[in-house]
């Protein structure tokens, strides 16, 4: 029953500001490395910002850089994505991804079922 849910989406206006989250369970959170992806129509599915397990060394993409800002509460099994000055062009279905290796190495993925983010006047 391992489960992704996120929530937080909706329609903002250029400038606005935005917080997605993502509630985790069936698995062992802390874990994890938690990823927020993603994808407008007709583009590639992209990376938008990283978290590890150890809630250190944080990664964005250049076109979030400085606006974006990724945390995790290991506490509420909880990632979050705060979304500053927003843009048109970051309207897009936002996914939460949560990966981790086993002890054979092997790669654990799960996917949330993704939420709707609109910037338009």
């Known amino acids: 029953q391992v489960q992704l849910v996120e929530s937080g989406g909706g329609l903002v206006q250029p400038g606005g500001s935005l917080t997605l989250s993502c509630a985790a369970s069936?698995?062992?959170?802390?874990?994890?490395?938690m990823t927020w992806f993603r994808q407008a129509p007709g583009k590639e599915r992209e990376l938008v910002a990283s978290?590890?397990?150890?809630?250190?060394?944080?990664n964005y993409a250049d076109s979030v850089k400085g606006r974006f800002t990724i945390s995790r509460d290991n506490t509420k099994n909880t990632v979050y994505l705060q979304m500053n000055s927003l843009k048109p062009d970051d309207t897009a279905v936002y996914y939460c991804?949560?990966?981790?290796?086993?002890?054979?190495?092997?790669?654990?993925?799960?996917w949330g079922q993704g939420t709707q983010v609109t910037v338009s006047s």
């Open positions: 991804n949560a990966a981790a290796r086993d002890a054979y190495r092997k790669k654990i993925d799960y």
């Open positions: 978290i590890p397990a150890s809630g250190g060394n944080t």
């Open positions: 069936g698995f062992t959170f802390r874990n994890y490395a």
